[in-house]
């Protein structure tokens, strides 16, 4: 039998892949690799991907993998294994039994292993794995003990834009501040209202790049990160998120800079507007003066000396260019009454003259000019965006949370090659082996905090990284995706572990049918090379050098291109998208008559805006779909019921909620008597007795009911309205969805119905306040390009393909050498083309080039997704406007009439063709349904079904009723005790657990006079002094095993250790504490005590542990 050492390993290998390659495949079957080698490997295998869907995903495929490897159901992959493992060892069948019977024994085991300690399965997304490390360094960081993780920026965000305008009034300098950016908006001609530019730009405070741009520090920098010794390094501490400790001092010598500075901007915008009208009025001058006008000059000429005149300084036109170099026959037309004047005023006058001055200063001073006006557009809100990071500040600690966007940039304070084994040890876990998914969106800040993990994995024996990812595939960007990542610095990162066979391709695709592999391939050959300029940089060129497939599926594939024109009849114009909506919904009925069914099609969009609208259109026609707005719990009545239910919970004297609840119970239990608003409202408000119809109408006892309601948490009492409306009965995913989300906002929020109704509000035309839809729904799927990432569907519909190939809104964070500039560092400018023309030219390029990039990534994502028929509609745009290829429709044209099938397209009708129609019948025919649909929907009170398990050594105790309320009071003390972190907790503790269930308020008092008693001790007075910093059942990890003492407490490296225990003292109880005792040494604690509080029914008794 081989053994480890044996076996070939490479330490690194990078797999670029393409759409439909089997990456997945690629990962689970390297996970296994590892496995088999080492059933007890998984414990040291750390994987990370980019979704929670990806993540689960991974673990079914490797847990099913084994399953199958364990029972002998040998299939492509085991036999891939087998080979891969022990290739070089199979000489006879004997050996190849031997080693199968090796793969299922091992798999079998590691099967096992797994289940066994789940926990340790260490596959996550990589947020998640961050917040592991981060949980494990709070005390380091000086973090919360028990922070919230936030997801929610934007809402963040409002909290916080709402709390500045609140200072207006009472903090002078930034009144003023504000009062200034009002009046220069209002110059821009863009309304008094600052609040939605505040909030527009703030979002950029939560990007990686404006933490480096607002700190002065590069994540490129060789400036290792600190180490974690003491020290302030949270997002609490403004000093370590932003580089600067935003002091009133500091602040107001800030403002006092940027007023100087925006003075000088000011004067230099002033100055080039003042000059060119100086030269204008010259030239009018003159002009005047040999008795001409600028009207009996040729067109566009004279009439620039008008403009700038006025100080409306317009872009020279080609005519004026020609004159200036030379070509004066310009200045006048050829059948001009006035030719002698003209000529004497341009060659003897000075006028020519006088415009070649014009245009040396014009072309001169203009980047400076244009770098002036669009700096003066953001310069007021790049001053508020300290601001907001210091108003973010004080959020975080108020809610006592971290916002998933402050984790990569903490976790640089604490992760660096040099202490990478120090991460391990206080993680409880050494990963010998990383993979790595989706890495082309991976950024710049999570790769920099990998990349210590990975080197130290590499420069070990029988360690192994394996890295995925495709950079066509990126399209991330704007959530911080740096393809470059994996496209040329993952080389120059790990240069010293890159061999000549660390780079692998995954050329084929198992995904789709033969003609649209085919029509991908010759597409994405053809389209880089006429998008990028030859003197430009070439990474989208690189990006799509090995575009080309390798074809699994030798037959079938279908790909439709249709073009559209706007179209005019009758003096009315038929759009191209209407007539695309059109194209679209024959082609699905179509497709249903030949009997595909509708899960088998989605329709992929730019935004949610255009699959709203075609939503819309589909529903017209009866067509069911599943889009993010048909999705929205808002549009299910039954929610809106009970939302209705909540206002009027909350306020009785709501007239509306009153009606909204009449007409939405009587539209799901009377749906034959459609009721009308109008009536309900009209009876409620001139009703002598309007509860009278509540009564009449509505469940026996229904406000009642409702007053006691609104006592209970927030989910009970949803749980409680769904009982009393009926709305129980069966299953109803958007109500389901409605409670998990009930249950998500409980977790985080403050869980009364006033703050959730404020929170829905707010959120309930967001994604996250839509149905998850289980798979197999018969209907036509409606998604944006970005979430179908991933995915693949049969039939593809892309019915809008034309979308602006430029930024669009996009913020640049600009810098120049240029002074006055250069005192901004870096600074945020909207993408314009005037941008373009100033002294951030090269910043302007760049984000051109990269919006190029993200835009041809969304295509490749797009055309990637189907299995067996594509259609692209699209517009059929003037041939004289594709010179400059900025839109998808132009891509289309460009490409279509240049690349290896152009002879299918007919250009002048739009048209093309490749591949034949799929057999409908016999698709279907192979595809079984295996969905067992919910036909129950089980909603009860809890109260009847919980209680509180006792010890089994206890059982026969329970037979006796007052022993039994004994042992229950002595649990639920504990489990008060165990979450305490100070007697001034002991409210908030019992409340929380009331909350949850394992407590009644009939134990509130019983358990606050117990513990009023167990406090009067002075030793449990002393563990509870606020001198020490607290460990509440916090697990220690040592040796692959778990141990949670009750309480560890600690005070200048000396930890002293409590447990509580509810029955009589036993020996076992001290071995316990000896061994948490042994852990904490080990880990550099010197012990201080060791203490078993003991709890009776009557008396609480402390006993010290000694001995070892």
Known sequence: MPILWQISVMPLIVYKSSAGSGK?????????????????????????????????????????????????????????????????????????????????????????????????????TIDSFFQKILRNFTKELKLPMRYELEMDTEFALDEIVVQLMQEVGHDKELTKWLEDFTFAQIDEDKGWDITQTITQLGKEIFKEEVWESLSGTKVSDNTPPMPPQPGPANPDDEENLSGNNNTNAERQQRYEQLKHLIKEIEKLKRDFEDDMAAFGKQALELIAGHGLKPADFKPGTAVFFEKIAKKDIPEPSDTLRNIVNGNTQNWRAQNSGKKEKIDQLVHHGGLQNLLQETFNYYDTQLPAYHSAAEVLKNVYVYAILHDLKDKLRSYRTEKNLMLISDTNNVLRAVISGDNTPFIYEKVGIVYRHLLIDEFQDTSTYQ??????????????????????????????????????????????????????????????????????????????????????????????????????????????????????????????????????????????????????????????????????????????????????????????????????????????????????????????????????????????????????????????????????????????????????????????????????????????????????????????????????????????????????????????????????????????????????????????????????????????????????????????????????????????????????????????????????????????????????????????????????????????????????????????????????????????????????????????VIRKLQIQGLLTAADEQPIKKRLSQIFALPQVQQWFSPQWEVLAERTLLCNNQQRKPDRVIIYQNQAVIIDYKTGKSDAKHHRQLNIYAQWLEAMGYTIGGKYLLYISETDAEVVEVTGK
Not at 108 to 119: E, G
Not at 553 to 560: C, F, H, L, M, T
Not at 769 to 776: D, L, N, Q, Y
Not at 863 to 879: H, W
């Open 24 to 124: 997945t495949y690629t990962l689970v079957r390297e996970y296994l690799r590892l496995l088999i080698l080492n059933p007890s490997a998984f414990r040291n295998i750390l994987a990370v991907t980019f979704t929670n869907k990806a993540t689960a995903e991974m673990k079914s495929r490797i847990l099913s993998a084994l399953n199958r490897l364990s029972t002998g159901s040998f299939n492509d992959l085991e036999e891939s294994l087998l080979q891969d493992l022990y290739g070089n060892f199979l000489h006879t069948n004997a050996d190849r039994e031997k080693y199968i019977l090796q793969i299922r024994t091992n798999a079998r085991q590691a099967l096992q292993n797994i289940l066994h300690s789940y926990s340790e399965f260490s596959i996550s």
């Open 447 to 988: 790769w920099k905090n990998l990349l210590p993990l990975v080197e130290n994995a590499l420069s070990e024996e029988q360690h192994t990284v394996l890295i995925v990812g495709d950079v066509k595939q990126s399209i991330y960007r704007w959530r911080g995706g740096n393809l470059q990542l994996l496209l040329k610095d993952i080389a120059k990162d790990l240069k010293n572990f890159f061999t000549a066979k660390t780079e692998k391709d995954l050329t084929d695709n198992y995904r789709s049918a033969k003609h649209i592999i085919d029509f991908n391939n010759a597409f994405f050959e053809t389209a880089p090379g006429l998008l990028v300029k030859p003197n430009e940089p070439d990474h989208l060129r690189r990006a799509y050098a090995k575009v080309k497939q390798g074809i699994i599926r030798q037959e079938g594939g279908y790909v439709s291109v249709k073009l559209f024109a706007d179209q005019k009849e009758d003096g009315k114009t038929t759009g191209w998208k209407e007539q695309a909506r059109a194209a679209l919904l024959a082609k699905i009925q179509e497709l249903q008559q030949q009997q595909c069914r509708l899960h088998n099609m989605a329709i992929l969009v730019r935004t949610n805006a255009e699959g709203s609208e075609i939503a819309q259109f589909l529903n017209e026609y009866k067509i069911p779909v599943i889009s993010s707005e048909a999705l929205l719990l808002k549009n299910s009545v039954k929610v809106q019921l009970l939302i209705a239910a909540l206002h009027y919970m909350a306020n009785t004297n709501n007239t509306i909620a009153k009606t909204e609840i009449l007409v939405n119970y009587l539209t799901i239990h009377n749906p034959q008597y459609p009721p009308d608003h109008r009536v309900f409202a009209d009876h409620l408000h001139g009703a002598h007795n309007p509860n009278a119809l509540f009564n009449q109408l509505l469940p026996p006892n229904f406000e009642t009911n409702l007053q006691n309601f609104a006592q209970k948490p927030l989910y009970e009492c949803v749980e409680m309205l769904l009982q009393l409306l009926q709305l129980n009965t069966e299953p109803d995913a958007y109500v389901q969805r409605f409670q998990d989300l009930i249950l998500e906002f409980s977790r985080s929020q403050s869980a009364d119905v006033g703050h959730f109704l404020e929170w829905w509000q707010e959120n309930k035309d967001r994604d996250k306040t839509s149905v998850i839809v289980p798979e197999g729904e018969n209907a036509v799927t409606i998604m944006t390009i970005h979430k179908a990432k991933g995915l693949e569907f049969p039939v593809v519909f892309i019915p809008y393909a034309d979308w602006n190939m430029k930024p669009d809104k996009a913020i640049l964070w600009t810098e120049t050498d240029t002074e006055p500039f250069k005192q901004f560092g870096a600074i945020p400018l909207h993408w314009s083309s005037k941008v373009g023309k100033s002294l951030f030219i090269n910043d302007f390029i760049t984000e051109n080039l990269h919006a190029l990039t993200d835009n041809m990534n969304l295509l490749y994502v797009a055309f990637t997704r189907p299995t067996e028929e594509l259609y692209i509609f699209s517009k059929m745009g003037k041939t004289e406007n594709h010179k400059e290829i900025d839109r998808i429709y132009k891509v289309l044209f460009a490409t279509l009439g240049s690349f290896a099938y152009q002879l299918l397209f007919n250009a002048g009708e739009g048209c093309f063709e490749y591949g034949q129609p799929t057999n409908w019948t016999l698709f279907e025919s192979k595809k079984a349904q295996t969905m067992q649909p919910l036909t129950t929907y089980l909603s009860h009170d809890y109260r009847s079904k919980i209680t509180l398990r006792s010890d089994s050594e206890r059982f026969f105790m329970l037979f006796d009723n007052a022993a039994s309320e004994a042992i229950k009071l002595g649990q639920k003390i504990h489990s008060v005790l165990e979450k305490l972190i100070g007697p001034q907790d002991i409210d908030k």
